[in-house]
């Protein structure tokens, strides 16, 4: 990605300074960022941290990572970033000497730099190869996804994932398509989109679309998941996870999940009563999600569906 160190400039952080009040409680402490991106956050973050803390960046693009390198070679804080899925993030801090961490930020979804690329294939308003793969160097493509499923199945992901009530029509036009040839550029899948629906829902249904297959190539809500097991796991005492998502998928799993680990369970169920014990995970820090102002929304219109949750580790 040739101009991906300009483009990952251009991601404006959503929520900044929302996220560095919540998260920061010690500025001596070590902080994951799950989704460094073009460390927009990240250099928010590190304004706030001293020389004694350590700054974690992890992100599953590569041009993301290498961004970053460059962006925070003379950080006072130590910055350690990683290529990787932030569902891993047990095993990348074991491998610095971490066990414990202080916050941890997830900024979900996809970057400006990556959306801006057309070569990565992730907007319908401009061609490029079908890819939408983050890490690309592994992992199937989305043209190579669409070949691989039947109609069905196809359908039922564009359902599940961008919860578009048309799918049943698009499956059977993209599968009507892939008989004369696959569905190689954003713009095959575009005009296919455009032409089963009709009138002002295109748009919407073409981000729909996007944005479910997107979904599954990087298979985003499992990772989602199980990160945010691991990721509380590995906060010390009184850390605090911050997330932050753009779609009603994601928020329904970070607001049940969050919820969940926050509500006291008991351990060993199986043991008599006086051996067991009252359990809780969790603190919600954000009993109403946050949004962003009007005047942020306004300056930076990617932010308008962002929902922040966070919660503090009892
Ligand atoms: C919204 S951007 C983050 C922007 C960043 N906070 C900033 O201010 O510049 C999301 C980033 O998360 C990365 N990402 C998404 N899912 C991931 C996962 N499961 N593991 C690691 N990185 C992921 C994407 O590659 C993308 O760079």
């Not at 190689?184 to 944005?211: C, H, P, W, Y």
């Not at 009563?273 to 009993?287: A, C, I, P």
């Amino acid at each position: 990605m040739g101009s991906d160190v300009s483009g990952n400039e251009r991601h404006t952080p959503v929520m900044a300074e929302e996220v560095k009040r919540i998260l920061i409680r010690d500025p001596d402490g070590v902080y994951i960022d799950g989704t460094i991106g073009g460390g927009g956050h990240a250099k928010v973050l590190l304004d706030k941290l001293t020389d004694k803390a350590l700054y974690i960046g992890i992100d599953r693009d590569a041009t993301a990572i290498e961004h970053c390198k460059k962006r925070f070679k003379n950080s006072t804080t130590t910055v350690e970033l990683c290529k990787g899925n932030f569902s891993m993030m047990n095993e990348i801090a074991e491998r610095m000497g971490v066990k414990g961490v202080d916050g941890v930020l997830l900024d979900l979804g996809v970057s400006s730099a990556q959306i801006d690329s057309p070569e990565r294939g992730f907007s319908f308003s401009s061609d490029g190869p079908l890819d939408m793969r983050m890490d690309q160097d592994s992992g199937i493509n989305a043209t190579d996804l669409i070949k691989s499923l039947p109609e069905r199945e196809l359908a039922d992901l564009i359902y599940e994932f961008g919860e578009e009530r048309h799918s049943r029509k698009i499956a059977s036009a993209i599968v009507n398509f892939q008989k004369k040839s696959p569905v190689e550029t954003t713009s095959d899948l575009s005009s296919i989109v455009k032409r089963v629906i009709m009138g002002s829902m295109k748009t919407k249904s073409l981000a729909r679309v996007f944005q479910a297959l997107r979904i599954a190539v990087n298979e985003e809500l499992s990772s989602l998941e199980k990160g945010l097991t691991i990721a509380v796991e590995l906060l010390n005492k009184g850390g605090r996870i911050v997330v932050l998502s753009y779609h009603s998928l994601e928020d329904r799993i970070v607001k049940n999940q969050l919820r969940d680990m926050s509500k006291s369970r008991i351990e060993a169920p199986e043991m008599p009563t006086g051996y067991r014990e009252q359990v809780k995970l969790l603190n919600l820090l954000t009993k109403k999600v946050i949004r962003p102002t009007e005047s942020e929304i306004r300056s930076n219109p990617r932010s308008r569906s962002a929902r922040l949750r966070a919660a503090e580790k009892v």
